[in-house]
């Protein structure tokens, strides 16, 4: 099972009866409600940030990595980090807000 760096750094030792545990949790740990709201964010994005964000935060990619992944430089996958997650935090504000 591969962990992520930043949860090794950070002491967090995952073990399959951790994973087992965790499905057998009784509340799902995302609302339905906000996960639908990430999923149409995420949809929003175009199709080179959500690849850069899924190598950075799924497959844990150091931005040098997924510049050479993508033949990006590592200035542009920086910026595209970068724009990609300010354009989801101001579409999930907005929809909160227009919720409230």
């Known amino acids: 099972m591969r962990v992520p760096r930043r949860l090794q750094a950070a002491g967090v030792r995952v073990t399959s009866v951790t994973l087992e545990q965790a499905g057998q949790v ?11 709201a990430l999923d149409a964010a995420l949809r929003s994005l ?16 150091s931005q040098a990595q997924i510049a050479v992944r993508t033949g990006l430089s ?3 996958v920086s ?3 970068r724009g990609a ?5 101001e579409v999930l504000v907005a929809g909160t807000n227009a919720v409230t």
């Not at 009784?26 to 639908?36: F, S, T």
């Not at 997650?85 to 935090?89: D, E, S």
């Open 74 to 76: 590592q200035t542009h």
């Open 26 to 36: 009784a509340e799902p740990l995302v609302d339905p409600q906000e996960r639908l």
């Open 46 to 61: 175009q199709t080179r940030e959500r690849e850069v964000l899924r190598l950075r935060f799924v497959e844990d990619l």
């Open 85 to 89: 997650l300010q354009h989801l935090r």
């Open 79 to 81: 910026r595209t980090l």
